[in-house]
């Protein structure tokens, strides 16, 4: 499969997994549509990992991995970095380099988005609904999550034409975040947890509508349901491990 148009004229292959719900892969695509980049799409299967993702990622061998000219690049973050730099005749991620400030500032909400929302929402889906401090858990959980996306309304600001966080188009923080809006919208169904509340953070729920709606997003973005039918699955194979350590997630 392929993606967007015009690759520099070099090949572009995404490695990503079979079962289609990473937030770290969305972000990949979205990044390659939104520059209007073509690549070949490869579905991996995590329990049976190819000898090119080994090759290509020898020490964590998780997706996504770019190759570029058959030289991998790795973890979705240096990604995204790596999109701008290789190709910057191509609508760029960050912001301009005059603004090294509005930058790193971006660099640093989008490193607390992952380092509070996956771990957020893989407690709140662990927790099973009959355990005694389950519901504490899930709270706590969802409320450290919450929190976040209350710091990100105010960065939003009060400017009603500002439609994302570095402007007018999509940017580097709209992708990171806007990657776990489908996981943010399935804890609806899997633990009646609602993140996202248009009361509570209404610029933030307005953001949210415009990234999914844009053609660069619609056409990458998960099923719902197949986030659903994944947190299930982890969750049955938590039962049958009787509370063991959590399955290390293949995805960054």
Known sequence: MAGGGGGGGYKLTLLAARRQVSPFVMRVRVALNLKGLRYDYVLEDLAAKSDLLLASNPVHKKVPVLLHAGKPVCESAVILHYLDDAFPATPRLLLPADDPYGRATHRLWAARVDATLHPAWMRVVRVKAEAAAAADERATAAATAAALLEQLEGLLGEEEERRFFGGDAIGYLDVVLGSYLT??????????????????????????ERFAGSQAVMSVTPEVGWVVAYAEMLRARWDAEDGATAPRHQFK
């Open 183 to 208: 996981w943010i919208e399935a804890l609806r169904e899997v633990a009646s947890v609602a993140l996202l509340d248009a009361a509570r953070t209404p610029r933030l729920a307005a953001w949210a």
